[in-house]
């Protein structure tokens, strides 16, 4: 009877171990990827994100606020997967942001071209 008692008590020590690890093994994969989403939310914002893309950069802002209340709630595949979704629309907003600058140094530059085209004509005649 001692033998199965000890033999009980090793199996719930090891299903116990077990499952600490399993739970803390997706602590951390959350806690990186709320702090690398949070990281590109940033970015994003540095970039001009709010001012090119509104919609993108407050989906991403409420997201990230969402995944660190379920990190600190200990809801870590709920914490990755908004982060994850909040990276996303971080980078879509940085992307949405870059392309708008770049757009409108294209303008800037084709406008110049104009100038100098008129200045040209003008000064040949």
């Known amino acids: ?5 000890s033999l009980f008590c090793k199996i719930l020590c090891g299903a116990g171990i077990v499952l600490a690890a399993g739970c803390s093994s997706m ?3 959350a806690t990186s990827s709320v702090a690398v989403s949070g990281a590109a939310v940033e970015n994003a914002v540095s970039a001009g994100g709010a001012e090119f893309a509104p919609v993108e950069m407050n989906s991403a802002r409420d997201k990230i606020a ?18 994850t979704e ?3 629309d971080a980078k879509l907003a940085q992307g949405k942001a870059n392309s708008a600058k770049a757009n409108a140094v ?8 104009r100038v100098l085209r008129r200045e040209l004509q003008r000064s040949g005649n």
């Open 1 to 5: 009877m001692n033998k199965n008692l």
């Open 66 to 83: 969402l995944a660190r209340s379920a990190l600190a709630a200990k809801e870590y595949e709920k914490a990755d997967a908004l982060a």
């Open 27 to 29: 602590k951390t994969p």
């Open 106 to 113: 294209a303008d800037a530059l084709n406008d110049d071209i």
């Open 86 to 88: 909040a990276q996303a």
